[in-house]
């Protein structure tokens, strides 16, 4: 098979200088890239793709998300604004909901923001009730750090009026203290998981038309190629196992095992699109909960210093054994208290001198302030962060640090510092987007607009390596994806302007026309690769 795609702006991301206009493809890989003449002379059989002076970038890396979660709310019923602009459109969606949704399963929706609906205000358990009686229903909050539930989801999940608040959340109550449905944090996290894994222990997650496929599909559409999954468990594990035995994933998966699942997921490359080489550990809570773990303490409400889930020297000890199997090491790390001390854990096992070969990393680093990162060079640490957060998170982040909110994510500081960073979007935190992550790399605006550590912004070039290059390195993937060079895999999009030369302003608004995994397309807004 081979394929030879022209008439298109090639960034290739390589190293060298930007090639021609042609691209030949031959059993999955790139055969050659250059001047479409010699391109088309190198292969006279093959078939031809004009792509009417698109743009042809690498395949985009998403160095951590949760591709499962993805798939799961990809399942619910949509009850985002503007799609359900009220109360009674979000009841509408949960009866359609019901009845497709199997018994044993919770009638699911999601996407919901209080402020955006005309009520102005969460639905309450009376009102899901109306919607969807006598079984257990749950409508997440857009933010996943609330849902509602209705009275039989509160009965299911032992929740009684007259209970205190639990440890880390809250309940919403009514005028009399009853709880009106309305779950907040720890607890909801931990419903979030329970219906998540009961959904993949029951519904086929794996096979055709379940909830992994779905989520490739979503990030095909967004023109990702590679996902690390960033909370691979057994079940999980063996899901995505089972969608790539059936061919049905989109993306080359790199599993990040949970440190307590490692006994339970088989270490290794397991085909070419599902990988479990690197272990996944939290050192502290997150940003936009202020449970991440600071010195000093949060100026708003919980009003703490955060919470560090391991002392140095367990952490230092759980790093040496992983290390010393063969793990890399990536570990959830945001506030400055929690990243020093896994700084303190990977220098202890580091070899002095010898680098990070096994490129254990940080994910997130949020409050990497200079002298961390700089301690974080010198090691050879690779960061896996999220821009995106700047524009979905970044009012809330400067409420939380009102003296250092120029310094976190500070990309560009990272970047001089000699630190690998890696592009990622922590979906379905926020929008798995990577053009969204670009902008924000870029232009480092929040919602509200303000301009959080405008001297961070990168290059357009050094956004998108972001999600290409850094992103294969960051998986140990550089030979293979990340740029578009002979004997690579041949996983790129096609977009309808190039992201280097748009305003930053409008690259989220770039098409993705098609997205090819290693020779075939798993995504097509349009008919670019007739018959394919
Ligand atoms: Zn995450």
């Known amino acids: 098979m081979e394929l030879v795609v022209e008439d298109a702006v090639f960034v290739t991301m390589a190293a060298e200088a930007e090639p021609g206009a042609g691209m030949l493809i031959r059993d999955g890989r790139i055969a050659d890239i250059g001047p479409a003449g010699a391109v088309r002379a190198a292969a006279p059989g093959a078939e031809v793709v004009r792509l009417g002076g698109a743009t042809v970038i690498p395949g985009l890396i998403d160095a951590h998300c949760h591709v499962t979660d993805i798939g799961y709310l990809a399942a619910a019923a949509d009850c985002s604004q503007p799609a359900a602009p009220d109360i009674a459109a979000i009841q509408a969606r949960l009866r359609e909901a019901a009845e497709r949704t199997p018994d044993g399963s919770w009638v699911t929706g999601g996407g919901y923001a209080e402020y955006k609906l005309r009520e102005g205000r969460h639905p309450t358990r009376a009102e899901l009730d109306q919607a969807v009686p006598g079984r257990p229903a749950v409508l997440y909050h857009t933010s996943l750090h609330a849902c509602v539930l209705n009275g039989a989801a509160l009965r299911e999940a032992g929740f009684a009026d007259g209970q205190p608040d639990p440890a880390g959340g809250a309940f919403g109550r009514d005028g009399q203290g009853r709880l009106d449905g309305v779950v907040y944090e720890a607890p909801m ?40 999954d960033a909370d691979m468990r057994r079940d999980t594990f063996a899901a995505f196992a089972e969608a790539d035995a059936g061919g049905l994933l989109s993306q080359r998966i790199y599993g990040l095992v949970v440190h307590d699942q490692v006994g339970a997921v088989r270490p290794g490359r397991h085909s070419g699109q599902l990988a479990t080489e690197a272990v996944k550990i939290w050192a502290d809570g997150g940003m936009s909960s202020r449970t991440a773990a600071i010195h000093g303490t949060y100026p708003v409400p919980p009003h703490g210093s955060g919470i560090l889930y391991f002392e140095r020297d367990e952490l230092t000890e759980m790093v040496r054994d992983f290390d010393a199997r063969g793990w ?199 008919d670019i690769f007739p018959g394919r």
């Not at 222990?201 to 992994?212: H, N």
């Not at 500070?410 to 960073?421: D, M, N």
């Not at 740029?483 to 770039?510: M, R, T, W, Y």
Request: hydrophobic letters at 45%; charged letters at 15%; proline letters at 6%.
């Open 328 to 526: 890399q090491v990536c570990i959830h790390a945001q506030g400055d208290r929690a990243i020093e001390t896994v700084l303190d854990a990977y220098a202890a096992v580091l070899a002095p001198g010898a680098g990070n070969p096994r490129r254990h990393r940080i994910e997130h680093g949020g409050a990497m302030y200079p002298p961390l990162a700089a301690r974080a060079a010198a090691l050879g640490i690779v960061v896996a962060s999220q821009p995106g957060f700047l524009s979905t998170l970044g009012d809330g982040f400067a409420a939380a640090f009102p003296d250092t909110g120029d310094q976190l994510y500070s990309f560009a500081s990272w970047q001089r510092a000699g630190i690998t960073v890696a592009g990622s979007s922590d979906a379905p935190v926020i929008t798995a987007d990577p053009l969204i992550g670009i902008r924000d790399a870029i232009l480092r605006r929040t919602g509200d607009g303000r301009l959080l550590g405008p001297a961070e912004g990168l290059s357009a070039r050094d956004a998108l390596a972001l999600y290409t290059t850094r992103a294969a390195f960051a998986c140990h993937r550089e030979g293979e994806i990340g740029s578009l060079e002979p004997g690579k895999l041949a996983d790129f999009v096609v977009l309808d302007k190039n992201p280097l030369e748009a305003e930053p302003e409008q690259i989220p608004g770039i098409a993705v026309l098609a997205t090819v995994l290693g020779g075939t397309p798993v995504h097509q807004a349009a």
């Open 189 to 228: 996290f931990a419903l979030f998981a329970q219906n998540l894994h009961r959904d993949i222990a029951r519904m086929g997650a794996g096979a055709d038309g379940g909830l992994i496929q779905a989520a490739g599909q979503r990030l095909a559409a967004l023109g990702l190629t590679a996902a690390c």
